[in-house]
């Protein structure tokens, strides 16, 4: 998993940029950078058992060669060693391809957009409740919210900034 991650030179970058807006302006600028908004393990586990029935699928293609090949392989044959066989390969097939998920470029894939919107959203909301950005003295607070996973970008300013600002979209 390789991730781009924000050197500290391009930290101290934006710590400076934000030192110089807030000389221009009644502002107080806050950012956040977070790795995920949202674990999105369900969408993971949704994919990793989507995966797992497509491999029973085509198991069943092959049952009858996979059944000779467990007999061959043992003197006393029942048909448990099969149902064990089964069983056995596609959880390992669920836990590899959960695993799978979890790497950042799959996850992007799976979990859809909308949903990967909204959660960024909710937890830059959350953030800004949180943090306290809100409590500034003439409600200028300002939050730059940035989810790396999602590749996203909040930007939430407190009534006062609103105030001044013409809202468009």
Do not use: C
Not at 5 to 16: F, H, P, Q, Y
Not at 104 to 125: C, F, G, H, W, Y
Not at 148 to 161: N, P, T, V
């Amino acid at each position: 998993m390789s991730k781009k991650m924000l050197v500290k030179k391009d930290l101290e970058r934006i710590s400076e940029a934000v030192k110089n807006a807030e000389k221009n302006t009644s502002g107080e600028i806050a950012i956040a950078l977070i790795n995920e908004s949202d674990d999105y393990a369900k969408y993971e586990l949704f994919f990793a058992f989507i995966m797992g029935f497509i491999y029973l699928v085509i198991l069943l293609f092959f049952s009858s060669e996979i059944e000779t090949a467990i007999q061959s392989s043992f003197w006393s044959y029942t048909s448990n060693y099969l149902v064990m066989f089964y069983g056995f390969s596609i959880f390992i097939v669920i836990s590899i391809f959960y695993f799978i998920a979890n790497i950042s470029q799959i996850d992007r894939l799976i979990v859809p957009k909308k949903i990967m919107q909204e959660k960024v959203k909710n937890r830059a909301t959350r953030y800004f409740m949180e943090s306290g950005v809100y409590k500034t003295r003439d409600r200028t607070g300002i939050l730059i919210f940035i989810s790396i996973l999602e590749k996203r970008i909040e930007l939430i300013a407190d009534s006062g900034i609103n105030a001044k600002i013409e809202q468009s979209k």
